[in-house]
Nanobody, 129 residues
Framework: QVQLVESGGGLVQAGGSLRLSCVASGRTFGSYAMGWFRQAPGKEREFVAA????????YYADSVKGRFTISRDNAKNTVYLQMNSLKPEDTAVYYC??????????????????????WGQGTQVTVSS
């Protein structure tokens, strides 16, 4: 069992930056692929970014590519989402998720919420115009 706790959300003006963190419980964090998703009111949960067990393999949604960066620190059981050049349309609750299967299907696995075994409670990000 893995517990995930997100933090770092808040209110920011358009063009600003935030860094989200997700801390995982347990001693097997390095064996999980990690992802970030977001959900705006009235919309479905959508993929944002993912990172496989190897920190050199990352995936991004087109809408955030070039603005967001996912990274992980296995020694700290933490995955990060650095968000720059934020836009009002980035406003959502952001969730981190863990996949014990390591996203073996690549980007196609990364983008599907059903690929992930564990989810955090989410952190609110609000971008004002």
């Amino acid at each position: 069992q893995v517990q995930l706790v997100e933090s770092g959300g808040g209110l920011v003006q358009a063009g600003g930056s935030l860094r989200l963190s997700c801390v995982a419980s347990g001693r097997t964090f390095g064996s999980y692929a990690m992802g970030w998703f977001r959900q705006a009111p009235g919309k479905e949960r959508e993929f944002v970014a993912a990172i496989r067990r190897s920190v050199s393999v990352t995936y991004y949604a087109d809408s955030v590519k070039g603005r967001f960066t996912i990274s992980r620190d296995n020694a700290k059981n933490t995955v990060y989402l650095q968000m720059n050049s934020l836009k009002p349309e980035d406003t959502a609750v952001y969730y981190c998720a863990a996949d014990a299967g390591g996203l073996s299907g690549g980007i196609y696995s990364a983008m599907r919420p059903t690929s992930y075994d564990y989810w955090g409670q989410g952190t609110q990000v609000t971008v004002s115009s």
